[in-house]
Every structure is written in C-alpha cells, then in structure tokens.
C-alpha cells in the first residue's frame, strides 16, 4: 500500500519496550514519551499479521533496550515463521551473552549493534555502560554467523574525531558501520546546538576515499562507501533532508502498541493495542493501519511540496 505522497509501505520498526539498561545522553527513544504498558508476544505478531496486509515485509525491533524482553527469539521465530523478507534487531549489545545464542537459534542473521564511541570513558560517559560488554556482545554474535552493522550517532566535540578509528576497529571486527547525524529529539536544545554536526563533509571525505562507492536500490539511492574488500560503511542523513523523507518507506509502533507514522511527530499516533484489547478483529486492525498509513507525511518538506 501506498501513502498519499507515493510512498510504498514496506518496513515496520517496532519498539518492544522503553525499558534500557543504558542511559545514552543523545538517545532520542524512538520518539516516545513515557510508555503505558508493552505488547505481549502474541499482540506483536497479531499486528504483524495485519502489516502483511498492507505490504510490510522488512521488520527492526528496537526500544529502549530490546534485549530487555525474554521473549525475543520468541517474537524473531515467529516473525521469520510470517515469512517477512527481513528480520532484525537494534540492541547496545551489552547484554547479548544471555540471548545471542538463542536468537541465532530463532533465526535471526542480523543486528544492528550501537558503538557510540571506541573510547572507554567516552563511551562510558555517553551510555553509563562499560564499553568490554558491548564488545564482548560484538564478538559473540560474530562468532555465531550475525551480520552486524555498528550504529554511531556521530556528535561535535565528543565523537566526531573517531571516525577513522571506528572503520578500522569495524574491518578488524568484520562489522559494518553506519554514521548517524544527530537528530533532534527528545533532546535538550542546548545539548542539540552544541552537538549536532551536517554529515555532508564526512560523506565527502568518505566519498574522496572509498575504494568503490555503491548506490542502495529501494534506499532512495543511499550511498554505501566499500573500503577494501569488505568494509562498508554507510552515512544516514535524515535531518533537515527532504530527500530522506520522500525514500521512507517505514511505518513505527511504539513499545505501548501505537502506530507512528513518523519518527518525528507524536500528535498523529494510531492506538492499535487499545481495540485488540477490546477484541477487535483484523479487519478493524486493518483499517487502522490505513489511517495511519493516511496521516504520513514528510516531515522535511523539500521546494516542490512547499
Ligand atoms: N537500545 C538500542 C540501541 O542502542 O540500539 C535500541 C534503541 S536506540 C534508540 C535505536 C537507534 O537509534 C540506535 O542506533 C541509536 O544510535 C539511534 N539513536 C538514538 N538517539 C539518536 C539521535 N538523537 N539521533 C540519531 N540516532 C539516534
């Protein structure tokens, strides 16, 4: 299904708590406030049934922390077992060693794991965590086949000077590295205005350097920079960026059972959990998600919406 600006609904990113046990100072929780309550285990794929329906065929649990939940390889089995084309995870990766090995069991072949610095006590001071279990947690999914993808926000005067260190930590690691540019919320302002740094020079210095550069087909031509003969590494540029928001293809739902329309805005949310608590039927849910996929909009407005 569509959305009215042409948009093709294809990913669904799904927060299964807000619950973290790090404290990250640029984290932006997925554009949540305080939740409710979470989804049990069959209202996620009760949900996930219906965003079938509507063309959803790639799925990223995130949260918080979703580690957090026991029943993760639970959710990823049977989200597999609904014959999505992708399933993965988001995690800090620090308390992988309880649930790494039975999420591989589940299934799963991909994570995304958050590095937000290779320094220590930077890291510590970002997160509050100890940067050995995230690395412990990194080579334990390696060593289990996992495709990991290392996430860092990338922020002025705390990280910006790591960028080099990160492509040779991740090619000794046999990772991927995605940049992300600071986005600005659930932030404080001031915090924003020191930090937030435009990822367009890096993305030229990357562009300057890479052995190869590779254009991503259905990512409204995302670069990846190939180093070598493996490492890939990715810039992600959503703020401020019209371009961006006319190749989101992505429906959210919240921890508490909301769809999103947008990372972005929470004035435009559609309670799902609410009516399938009150026995509603798919075909009701179903139509939820069409007026959720109805209030989508770009959130960075390029000259030819203005
Ligand atoms: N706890 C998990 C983790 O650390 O990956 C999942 C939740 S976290 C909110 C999901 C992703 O959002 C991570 O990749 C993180 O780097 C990214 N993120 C958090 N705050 C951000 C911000 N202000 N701007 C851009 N990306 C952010």
Redesign the pocket.
Known sequence: MKDLFGREIRGLRISLTQR?NLN?V?????GESAARSEMTADEVIRILGVAKTVGVRRVKY?????LLREDLAEIVRRTLELEMDDVAI???GSLLAKQAQALAGAGLKRM?I?LPSINPCVYSSLTKGEIKDTFRGIALAKSLGMEIKI?V?IMKGINESEVDELIDYSKGVGCSLQL?E??D?N?DRGFFNDHHIDLGSLEQRLASKADQIEERLGMNGRRRYIFGDSLMVEVVRATNNPHFCMGCTRLRITSDGKLKPCLMRSDNLVDVLGPIRQGAPDSYLRLLFEKAIARRSPYYVGPSLQ
Do not use: D, K, M, W
Request: aromatic residues 4%.
């Open positions: 973290c990250c640029y984290c932006h929780h997925e995130t949260g918080g922390e979703p988001t995690t800090n995304n958050s996430n926000v992300i600071l986005e919320l932030l």
